[in-house]
């Protein structure tokens, strides 16, 4: 059985005619419409979007048989999930988050690190958070450099550790060709999505 991914989150009631505030995790908001019904996470619950539009941070959207405020009341809350398989394909070095979670994590040279925890993004781009067997997490750019082997069949990322930077000369070396690394960095930066997208 395909695995369940969460694509949506249900707040409250918008008006008097059944709409609800829609929280989408998936890149285009309104991928949602494309799906068909979804679920809550234990199959007890299926609906279907039937309209939705953009507004502020969320989408103001309706399902099909809920129709006053009372019904939409009682939907607050809801997670919406989708069978991983009904997802779109991804593109190279594109993959869903919920792929890489849970990914055993080992170095170039076979040493296991831990296990993929979470890819995070604020805002300098995508960082892949590695949860040793003890310790504290580590957090490293999710870079072709960094990660140069995404192996999802045999359920595990390679990691290039990065060298520390020790000393004056190391850092004014790297300052002369950090506008050529700027530019690889870029170039080379993977794509992780949050869920599907048609």
């Known amino acids: 059985m395909s695995k369940l991914i969460c694509v949506a989150r249900i707040g409250a009631a918008h008006g008097v005619r059944g709409e609800v505030r829609l929280w989408t995790f998936t890149e285009d908001p309104l991928a949602v419409l494309h799906y068909g019904p979804l679920t809550t996470k234990d199959g007890s619950r299926s609906l279907e979007v039937a309209k939705a539009r953009e507004a502020k941070d969320r989408l103001v959207a309706s399902f099909k048989g809920v129709t006053d405020r009372n019904a939409a009341e009682r939907l607050n809350g809801l997670e919406l999930y ?117």
Do not use: K, W
Request: hydrophobic content about 40%; overall charge negative.
């Open 82 to 198: 989708v069978p991983r398989d009904r997802l779109p394909e991804t593109d190279d070095d594109e993959y869903y988050h919920a792929d890489l979670i849970g990914l055993a994590a080992e170095t170039t040279a076979g040493a296991p690190l831990g296990c993929v925890l979470a890819i995070h993004n604020f805002g300098a781009g995508d960082i892949i958070e590695i949860a040793p067997p003890s310790g504290s997490t580590l957090m490293l750019p999710f870079t072709n450099a960094v990660v140069p082997t995404v192996d999802l069949a045999g359920g595990r990322v390679i990691i290039e550790l990065p060298a520390e930077i020790d000393g004056e000369d190391r850092a004014s070396a790297d300052e002369t060709a950090s506008a050529e690394d700027d530019a690889a960095a870029q170039n080379s930066a993977r794509h992780p999505r949050e869920s599907g997208d048609p």
